[in-house]
């Protein structure tokens, strides 16, 4: 309650009650005896007030007012009874009435300050009905005019009884409450414009009781009470499913995330549910404790509890409860004081609104640890834990973005990698690797931050570095080599000096250059630094080597395998002294649909390092065979050599592949020659040998190609069993110009005789390669001289027609005439 409240109201009630009194006395004074048979109508008249008056209810929780009947009795009193017996009745009921069923938390006040009410209200009504003309009297007749002056008389009377209320009321609640005058007329306006009405109609059936039967009306006060009570419970129905509906939205209301918003709408909700001057939300677990406190208008305050201004009286609260069933706060409230606080069905709706209250807090909390939560590891998806820089996804959503001043430079992109990084975690460890990738991580950042760059982490030993705003494409390297020169200066590691060198790539951002290509052509200028050994090198469209079409073939490497797009064609092998065709090289070929024919070269390595490697060679081997059976069913005798992939050699399945495959083509095992790169498989002999000794044990004859190219060329031979050697064509091409070809080709054909091995020359190409191997002793050779790849139909037509004339030869014999011995009956290995 506002200071001087108090004093105003209770001067209102002093200025009702006397008013009252004088109304008495004045009745008093003027009252006529009634014969002994007419007290038995005053009687009930006073009855009939004490009823209506006892039989009141609220309507609405926390709405200051009580609804009665007391109007439809004095307006039974102001037509039958004259003006100082309706008065004195009516004060004796009302005061009666009031003194007999005081309601709880109903003050002695408040009930003298009621009945002076209802007696000004009665004494209006009285006068009413006699200046519209009713003269009643205790004597003779109850009812002596006609029914229309009897109609205009409750109406007025009942007009001068809701006058008094509406003035005396309202003004009572505004001084109680501190709300205005037009929220009070507002308040329950349908509900007590109804209860005036009621009141006519209830006045009225009674006189038609007494019209019927004097004696009638000893059933008024029952048929009042009863009509009352039905009216009554209708009125609470709609009282109570008002108060949870608006319950229901003040607890819907406080259905947010942010706290601060939970708080001050429940202190306003409170306010509004339980119509109290202030209500307040208090937090104890919290440091300091906080305090939102509020009114029907606005938030009155919101901080620490201890420097909050001192409030209206609180007259009720509920505590708030956590989850371990302790108290995180409480709830207050400031009723009025003519309330008398709370009780009956208002306490279960102040649980119910601190029970969702406390939920709303621990939601609101909750949500906030969520996002302070999600914020600190999207932070952290954007760091690294090491350095604390910024990582890879932070530096490409920078990249991604357009610079903060665009109009104001160039933007450009350093690639930094520490030079020899790995000697440090191999010689000190991981821990002393990453001691120094901190230190040189600050250093960069330092000095980025004093030249307007950003750094970032990328992972190992490798950083970024974006420069923005330069003022022009060249100076890119002169400010990027000022940055890095923080990196000259030693740094302590166990106990020692350690220098740190670095290699920089440098790339001009561009239109249409996407942040991903950006760190890729600094990447490749980063590695062209490297290779130079120079510390910083700008990329150059001319110097990229990356050839885009890899990835391009890696993606349609399985369209190629199922569509048949791998084809193979054969080069021939003949007797170097015969120039009889003795075998064929199946050499693979990728008929691109777009980029025409594919050399092995542009696709293999593609191939090996993909799933399809097994599909692939079934394919190539299937084709390889079939040209095998077409020559074999024209009656030439030839073996096939196929290229064997290391790594198909370390699949357990692969011998069984090729077997089946010759098992269902009805061939020879020896008559298939798989060719091992002797260069590839040095390194895997223990994990191929198990391979190797299940087709050797088959029949399957081995070749080992491109023999001398290897690093261990004779530790191959002395621990793979092959059948045959491969003299590589760069030591054909080179041994009539060069001493050292001739002497490694000699010595090949010697190790080979020595082992029994068969020896093939690649890459014969003239009539005098052929004469020099022949002389050195290599018997069999293959090259553009004898035929270049062609298909098996080809190569069969070819052998048909012969040189010279001969069936079956590609080349004319070195020495006519003469008798040779075919490579194909020479001995086993």
């Known amino acids: 309650m506002r200071k001087g409240e108090t004093g105003q109201l209770r001067l209102l009630t002093g200025l009702v009650l006397f008013l009252a009194a004088g109304c008495v006395t004045w009745a008093a004074t003027h009252l006529v005896a009634p014969s002994p048979a007419e007290w038995l109508y005053l009687v009930i008249a006073v009855g009939l007030v004490i009823v209506a008056t006892a039989c009141s209810a609220p309507v609405q929780i926390r709405s200051q007012m009580r609804f009665t009947a007391t109007s439809a009795a004095v307006l039974v009193l102001a037509v039958i009874l004259p003006p100082a017996w309706a008065i004195l009745c009516a004060a004796t009921g009302v005061t009666a009435g009031r003194l007999a069923a005081r309601h709880a938390g109903v003050s002695f006040h408040k009930a003298l300050h009621n009945s002076g009410k209802d007696v000004l209200a009665a004494t ?89 039967d004097p004696r009638l009306m000893i059933a008024i006060p029952l048929a009042q009470l009863v009509l009352y009570l039905l009216y009554m419970h209708r009125l609470h129905l709609r009282a109570e499913r008002t108060t949870w509906e608006q319950l229901a939205a003040a607890t819907d209301a406080l259905n947010g995330v942010d706290l601060t918003g939970v708080l001050h709408t429940a202190a306003r909700g409170a306010v ?32 620490p509890s201890s420097q909050a201004p001192p409030p209206a009286e609180l007259t ?108 440090v975690n191999d010689t000190l460890g991981h821990a002393f690797g990453d001691q120094l990738l901190v230190e040189l991580g600050g250093r960069l950042h330092a000095a980025a931050d004093e030249n307007g760059a ?156 993909s799933d399809l490697l097994g599909a692939f060679t079934a394919r190539v081997l299937r084709q390889a065979l079939l040209g095998l059976r077409e020559w074999k069913a024209a009656g030439f005798d030839l073996t096939v050599a196929l290229n064997v992939s290391p790594h198909s050699l370390l699949d357990p399945a692969f011998p069984a592949m090729v077997l089946d495959e010759l098992r269902a083509r009805r061939l020879d095992p020896g008559s298939l020659m798989l ?37 261990s060329s004779l530790s191959v031979v002395s621990e793979v069993a092959v059948h045959e050697l491969k003299i590589d064509r760069t030591f054909v091409a080179a041994m009539r110009t060069s001493a050292q070809a001739a002497a490694a080709v000699r010595s090949t054909v010697e190790l080979g005789r020595s082992l029994g091995l068969a020896l093939v020359a690649e890459g014969v190409e003239t009539a005098d390669q052929r004469q020099a191997l022949w002389e050195l002793g290599c018997t069999a050779g293959q090259g553009h001289l004898f035929g270049r790849p062609m298909k098996a139909g080809e190569l069969l037509e070819a052998l048909r027609d012969g040189a010279d004339g001969v069936r079956g030869s590609l080349a004319a014999s070195l020495h006519p005439g003469a008798t040779v011995i075919a490579l194909r009956n020479r001995p086993p290995a």
């Open 124 to 212: 209006a009504a009285s006068y009413a009905a006699w200046l519209a003309g009713v003269r009643p009297g205790v004597e003779g007749e109850l009812l002596t005019q006609g029914w229309v002056t009897y109609v205009v008389a409750l109406s007025l009377a009942a007009a001068a009884f809701a006058a008094v209320e509406e003035i005396v009321m309202p003004a009572t609640l505004v001084l109680a409450t501190g709300r205005s005058w037009g929220q009070i007329w507002r308040t329950d306006w349908d509900v007590r414009l109804a209860v005036n009405l009621a009141s006519i109609l209830l006045a009225g059936a009674a006189l038609g009781l007494l019209a019927l």
């Open 675 to 711: 060719e091992l790169a002797e260069t590839t498989s040095v390194g895997q002999l223990q994990a191929v040998e198990r391979v190797l000794t299940t087709l050797r044990s088959a029949g399957v004859r081995l070749a080992l190609d491109d023999f001398g190219t290897g690093h």
């Open 454 to 609: 950003v750094v970032a982490r990328l992972g190992g030993d490798e950083f970024a570095i974006v420069l923005d705003n330069l003022p022009a494409p060249a100076t890119a390297i002169h400010r990027a080599r000022r940055i890095l020169d923080c990196l000259r200066d030693p740094v302590a590691l166990a106990g020692m000096q350690v220098t740190v060198q670095a290699s920089a790539g440098i790339a001009l951002a561009g239109p249409g250059v996407a942040a991903g290509e950006l760190l890729r052509r600094a990447d490749v200028a980063m590695y062209q630094a490297k290779r130079a050994g120079v510390s910083i090198v700008d990329y150059q469209h001319g110097r990229d080597t990356a050839d885009h079409r890899q990835l391009s073939l890696g993606g349609e490497l399985a369209r190629a395998v199922e569509e048949g797009e791998f084809t193979v064609r054969f080069q021939p092998i003949v007797d170097l002294g015969s120039g009889e065709a003795v075998a064929a090289e199946a050499l693979t070929r990728w008929q691109h649909p777009r980029h025409g024919v594919l050399l092995p070269k542009q696709w293999l390595p593609i191939v090996e390092r």
């Open 316 to 423: 009720a609260s509920r505590f708030l409860g956590g989850r371990d069933g302790s108290a995180i706060g409480v709830l207050r409230l400031a009723l009025p004081a003519t309330t008398g606080g709370i009780h009956g069905r208002e306490e279960s709706t102040l649980r119910a609104f601190g029970a969702s209250l406390t939920t709303a807090i621990l939601n609101a909390r909750a949500y906030a640890e969520l996002t302070e939560e999600r914020d600190r590891h999207a932070e952290d998806a954007r760091h690294d834990p090491l350095t604390g820089l910024a990582n890879r996804r932070a530096l490409l959503d920078r990249l991604g973005a357009a610079p903060e001043q665009p109009a104001s430079g160039t933007r450009a992109l350093a690639l930094v990698d520490l030079n020899r990084f790995k000697e």
């Open 272 to 303: 509004a549910v339980f119509n109290a001057r202030q209500a307040q939300v208090e937090l104890w677990d919290v440091e300091p404790c906080r305090l939102v406190r509020a009114d029907a208008t606005r938030v009155l305050y919101d901080g």
